[in-house]
């Protein structure tokens, strides 16, 4: 006896997989703010560690916790901001961004791309406008990080509520009918 799998395209597999983190993200233990507190913490991160090169991992679960936020609903804002790919769209908004607030130009010798060649000579030019080039990003996508964060604090808390308020109703509905059921069998 063979068990046929269904087949699902990309899109759909990603549309499930939002679905599913979310779900699990409204079933998250610890109330309507530790929850949206965590998962923003959690997205607004993810917009962090392609500037940051990874390293902001390094800081995640402590930043976390110090906040006082739902490790698990951070992970899934984490997974979350990954899927819609904004981290990689932002960027070169962010690099612009960057440049606007903080405007340093770095002139030394010639502009070329960067060489390992050059650097293991001696020659830092290129390594010193890879830098700040990756600082710019590094501005941009924190105030990218920030704003995002807390646009999604406000959505996640309403949505957590208002699932909170409907599970309350099922249940109140459920018992209700036992009630009834009960009573109906007594008399």
């Known amino acids: 006896m063979s068990i046929k799998h269904k087949k699902y395209?990309?899109?759909q597999r990603?549309?499930?997989?939002?679905?599913?983190?979310?779900?699990k993200l409204l079933r998250s233990p610890g109330g309507a703010k530790k929850v949206s507190l965590g998962f923003?913490?959690?997205?607004?991160l993810e917009m962090l560690v392609i500037s940051s090169a990874?390293?902001?991992y390094i800081l995640?679960?402590?930043i976390v916790r110090l906040a006082k936020g739902s490790l698990p609903a951070s992970i899934i804002g984490n997974v979350i901001g990954?899927?819609?790919l904004l981290p990689v769209i932002l960027l070169p908004f962010a690099r612009k961004l960057g440049k606007l607030i903080f405007p340093?130009?770095?002139?030394?010798g010639h502009n070329g791309s960067f060489?390992?060649?050059r650097l293991i000579h001696g020659d830092f030019h290129s390594l010193v406008s890879l830098i700040h080039g990756g600082f710019h990003a590094l501005i941009g996508m924190t105030i990218f990080g920030v704003i995002l964060s807390v646009i999604s604090y406000f959505i996640v808390h309403y949505f957590y509520e208002k699932e909170r308020v409907n599970r309350l109703k099922r249940r109140r509905t459920k018992s209700e009918i036992r009630i009834k059921r009960i009573n109906k069998n007594f008399i």
Do not use: Q
């Open 104 to 108: 340093m130009k770095v002139k030394m």
């Open 9 to 11: 395209n990309f899109f």
């Open 40 to 44: 923003a913490i959690g997205f607004g």
């Open 60 to 62: 995640f679960v402590p």
């Open 14 to 23: 990603l549309g499930r997989a939002f679905k599913l983190n979310f779900l």
């Open 82 to 84: 990954k899927l819609t």
């Open 115 to 117: 060489s390992f060649e």
């Open 54 to 56: 990874s390293l902001i």
